[in-house]
């Protein structure tokens, strides 16, 4: 089996480059998430996007941006991806990919688990191939940041400026002994084959953990509060900045067949109980 690794090219391979851009990442998710935080008003205007139950708030646009303005003027020539419909082209090989509410339903119900996600990424992310280098995900509920670069680790700190705590994957080594995090798309088909997948794995693992955040839930896999976690359907921003950081975590991060984790299915933890995981779900 193989499973890919996030690597920076030479667009992104100097330690000083990286260590000046998971810096900005981190001063821009922590902002954003003051702001949806600090300045969330008392009708979100919740409207439906794919479904009924799939929804964008005034705040996921405010944030989206917020955080375009702030990293266009930092970085003029590097590409945008957003959730809420941002993007544009990259003239250095490097492109912004965030999530401005990772947990949106979560944010709606006042529930703490949403999060900020922003990643720096080598390649195009709307097409295979694609890596993060960068990545930083600020959880306002938990007072929390992680952030990892390439080949400089992951890390954790108190929100505005806590010092930084490296964090490492968890070492459980047989997935029935693991708490597996993973997530429902916004499709009735697709919770009814999703609901199927659980039933095979829910009575192989010590317990299953549905926390509504994506990023999140790879950021805890990542800090060894998750032994491992799996969700299909999610996009470049739901995953980029939280795959980084559970690689420099220590951990392993595939999709289908052990390829690159894609929108068909993500899988991460450590390596042994990743692959125990993998296999009851993509078999």
């Not at 965030?98 to 529930?111: A, E, F, K, Q, R």
Request: hydrophobic share 40%.
């Amino acid at each position: 089996m193989t499973v890919s690794r996030p690597t920076a090219p030479d667009a992104a391979a100097d330690e000083e480059t990286l260590a000046e851009l998971e810096a900005l990442a981190v001063d821009f998710a922590e902002a954003a998430a003051r702001l949806i935080r600090d300045e969330r008003p008392g009708d979100l205007g919740a409207q439906s996007k794919t479904s009924r139950t799939d929804v964008v708030t005034v705040m996921d646009t405010r944030s989206e941006e917020f955080l375009r303005d702030r990293i266009l003027t930092a970085r003029p020539r590097d590409g945008l991806l957003g959730e809420e419909g941002s993007a544009s082209p990259s003239q250095t090989g490097l492109t912004w990919v965030i999530d401005p509410i990772d947990g949106t339903t979560n944010y709606l119900y006042g529930m703490p688990l949403y999060a900020v996600s922003v990643a720096v990424v080598v390649g195009n992310p709307s097409e295979p191939g694609w890596r993060p280098v960068v990545g930083a995900v600020c959880s306002p509920g938990m007072g929390v940041t992680w952030s990892a670069r390439a080949r400089g680790g992951a890390r954790s700190a108190a929100i505005g400026g806590g010092t930084p705590r490296e964090v490492a994957v968890g070492g459980a080594t047989e997935l029935a002994q693991g708490l597996v995090g993973t997530g429902f798309g916004y499709q009735a088909a697709v919770r009814a084959e999703q609901a199927a997948v659980l039933t095979t794995v829910l009575p192989r693992v010590r317990d299953i953990r549905r926390l509504g955040s994506a990023a999140v839930d790879l950021c805890l896999v990542g800090d060894g509060r998750l032994d491992a976690y799996y969700e299909s359907g999610l996009k470049p921003w739901d995953l980029a900045a939280g795959w980084l950081i559970v690689t420099e975590a220590g951990g392993v991060v595939s999709g289908p067949g052990g390829a690159d984790p894609d929108v068909t299915l993500t899988v991460a933890g450590n390596r042994m109980v990743h692959d125990q995981l993998r296999e009851l779900v993509d078999p």
